[in-house]
């Protein structure tokens, strides 16, 4: 079992940043991707930003330039740096990875979510 856990949403002004982490933990033996979706509400999940073991990084038009994914494998841990926010960023942020467990079985874990509201 790997499990993952969000922190670091909240409330901010629009033209605000903030920094969600995700730490994975548990029977990991590798991690491959690692992602960052959001759900709005009355909205589909939708991926924002992937970041791939060797680091390559790809991004939604809506956030390019402005989110920045990057990932501490010694920590397992991904990061998502959100500048410039906008209303419509407001959703309920989710952390996924992919890899292999310790004994090799193949996973796909999620974290709870954090939600990120931003308004004024």
């Known amino acids: 079992q790997v499990q993952l856990v969000e922190s670091g949403g909240g409330l901010v002004q629009p033209g605000g940043s903030l920094r969600l982490s995700c730490a994975a933990s548990?029977?990991?033996?590798?991690?491959?991707?690692m992602r960052w979706y959001r759900q709005a509400p009355g909205n589909e999940r939708e991926v924002v930003a992937r970041i791939f073991s060797g680091g390559s990084t790809n991004y939604a038009d809506s956030v390019k330039a402005r989110f920045i994914i990057s990932r501490d494998n010694a920590k397992n841990t991904v990061y998502l740096q959100m500048n410039s926010l906008k209303p419509e960023d407001t959703a309920v942020y989710y952390c996924?990875?992919?890899?292999?467990?310790?004994?090799?079985?193949?996973?796909?874990?999620w974290g709870q979510g954090t939600q990120v509201t931003v308004s004024s």
């Open positions: 996924n990875a992919d890899g292999r467990t310790w004994d090799r079985r193949s996973f796909i874990s």
């Open positions: 548990g029977s990991i033996g590798s991690i491959n991707a």
